[in-house]
């Protein structure tokens, strides 16, 4: 206890280095508001269209497209509803699984649910902190019966549909492997991009490797539309489709109102829209300045043995949404006294989610062996991370 | 159809007489922002608080509240979330039936459909163009086994937990009648009150009858958060877990992330709070145009013996949200003629929604006798009925 006590010294006085001394209150991620956003929202104000329909909008769904490396954008109320309309048109059915990493925010879970489906979890790597792809092979070896391009989970007796590699902190999974262990077994990669935006794996942008992928806005993000999230995708029709559902799915016509299918009122609003277009003409100098505060902080561990800063791995660039630090298996039991120490301190820290299968609410899910999840679950503090404190 | 051509043009002059003649193109309903937006959205950014937490959110929730005659109001995305949230709170579980009009917007249906309940369509009334409580009864006497409080559609086996009534373009359903009978089949009354913050009934708010109430600040809506909607209660139990599901049902906890329910992401952003705000604050004033809005089209029309301005009936104070022309069953066929000159002359009108037993995506839905709502879809259009034309 004296030596985890030590340890949770040293780690805030290391934090406090990176930080400075004179910060007060330092949130885990905030938004900063240094470009256009202002005049935008006046702007939206006075042209009277705040709503669903406007010009931000579908600025802000060319551009963010562009940012990930897409070709088509939709822009809808948060992260959560991008995943759940992104699985649907992915193909998930009512019934169907949906692998995913247990090591995930609770979005990932529950738009599967909130579509009729179930989450299957699949266990991390501690390589990318995603899903481990070595692995889901070996587990979809072990459980699934692949026919004519379909497979089932044979047992549960449920079709496999899709499965959703999310890019935890920003450090991306990797996509290759996935991919070629997704097309093994017909499954769609619908990309939970949520933290990841700007994120690279060999050049190409988190966002553009799924069929479909999800994005996130909210306030805690590396850019914010205050509430909100995107669907990107490089195929027309899983675009058009996804822009339909979210708006309710309404036939166009001069006046009549008939509803093609069951959808949703998704649609992000032209008010939001505008924030996000400020926001995301602020992007690469938000990546610098994560990136300059990600190396300030790998920096001043480097010669901690029992703690390691997660940094990008080769072939990756990270936008370092959170900084992540890992203890040894050796001092793991010292991270709540940590935690205690830096919120204590007013430098506001987190662990990393209550894995999936660990929350009762999902603990009946079917799942592959979650060894790693569990261990890096124990081991994991988020230190706070917004650009500014890397200007 | 000669007779129809000289009844739109009829029409099409008095609307014109009603709007002024230099209008241009005129929309069925557009926001106006003359109060303190400007100024609430720039303190909200510079606040920095633009997210899901924040001193506007706080705010809106207490004068939306306030304005309902409730005690408690939770803010949310959108009108259809505040609804799929309304009725889980009230007790709805998946496989459930939920009675509500024929006669409504999409959002309705689709918030029981997306809870995993079935929509159970009965008739409306010429009277309010809501929902018909005495004939509700007679179809419930028909179907519905009651005992010990739950009430059985015996002929699919499906619990009947809640009735929705919806107060069509701002006039009250008969709220009193309906009560009676929600309370001698034991059903929650949740309140569909989308289209009807400010309107009364006996003094009474929409919003304040039911168990719980939906209302909707869209664009198109008497005010509006660019998109966004509220659940209010005077339930503080019912308020306390719509506030907690619609907060992905996270734990108050000082770091760790467990969800104790499967929640939504679907807390209403501050900067549409903050809009929401300053919108709330110009409502009376609003009402009072539309109410000068409205008499001008029923003195215009009130000699015309096959037209019919809809009008709030005794002991209810309508907020007028759209202006309802319904024509003699005489004059029906002439709706299309009328809806084309109106729209031609950018007098931009609508036919009521397609009834919702007649879209292919809820034919199959359990219903009652639907006759009175299809013969007033087939004779109702909506005027042009912004605030604003009202000045």
């Known amino acids: 206890m004296n030596d985890y006590k030590a340890l949770s010294h040293l780690v805030k006085t290391k934090v406090s280095q990176v ?10 991620h905030e938004p ?3 470009g256009a956003e202002e005049d935008f929202l006046r702007d939206c104000i006075r042209s009277t269209f705040v709503s669903s329909v406007g010009h931000y909008v579908d600025r802000f769904e060319e551009e963010i497209a562009r940012a990930t490396g897409t070709k088509h954008g939709v822009a809808v109320v948060n992260g959560t509803a991008a995943l759940e309309v992104a699985l649907r048109v992915a193909g ?8 995913m ?16 489906a179930v989450p299957h979890f699949v266990d991390s790597e501690e390589r990318t902190l995603g899903l481990d792809p070595n692995k889901l092979r070996l587990h979809l070896n072990n459980i699934a019966d692949t026919s004519s391009g379909i497979t089932i989970n044979g047992h549960t007796g449920r079709r496999l549909t899709a499965v959703v590699p999310m890019h935890a902190f920003g450090h991306p999974v990797d996509m290759e492997t996935l991919g070629d262990v997704a097309a093994e ?12 935006l700007g994120s690279k794996l060999n050049g190409r942008p988190c966002g553009s ?10 306030g805690n993000k ?4 205050g509430g909100g999230g995107a669907i990107v995708t490089d195929d027309p029709t899983l675009a058009a489709r996804a822009k339909h559902l979210t708006t309710t799915s309404k036939v166009p016509h001069k006046w009549a109102f008939i509803h093609d299918e069951i959808g949703y009122n998704y649609r992000m609003p ?10 995301l003409a602020q992007l690469e100098k938000k990546l610098l300045q994560k990136r300059a505060l990600a190396n300030r902080y790998i920096d001043v561990f480097r010669e901690c043995s029992d703690i390691q800063m997660f940094s990008e791995r080769e072939g990756t660039i990270s936008n370092y949404w959170l900084n992540t630090m890992i203890l040894s298996s050796a001092v793991s039991s010292a991270r709540d006294s940590i935690l205690s120490m830096l919120n204590d301190a007013q430098l506001m820290s987190r662990p990393v989610w209550e894995p999936m299968h660990k929350l009762q609410i999902y603990a009946n899910c079917p799942r592959a062996d979650l060894a790693v999840t569990e261990d890096l679950a124990r081991r994991i503090i988020n230190l706070p991370s917004s650009a500014k404190l890397g200007a």
Chains 1, 2 share one sequence.
């Not at 998930?92 to 692998?99: K, T």
């Not at 990493?101 to 009729?116: E, Q, V, Y």
């Not at 069929?211 to 909210?218: G, T």
């Open 270 to 279: 032209n008010l939001n829209a505008a924030l996000g277009v400020a926001q």
């Open 101 to 116: 990493p247990s090591l995930t925010f609770i979005a990932t879970a529950n738009a599967a649910h909130h579509l009729g």
């Open 19 to 28: 930080l400075g001394t004179s910060q007060g209150h330092v949130a885990l």
């Open 222 to 225: 590396i850019i914010t539309t």
């Open 209 to 218: 490797f799924g069929h479909v992928a999800a994005l996130s806005f909210n």
């Open 185 to 196: 077994f017909g499954l769609k990669v619908v990309e939970d991009a949520a933290e990841a």
């Open 92 to 99: 998930v059915q009512p019934n169907d699984e949906v692998l």
């Open 32 to 34: 900063e508001f240094l």
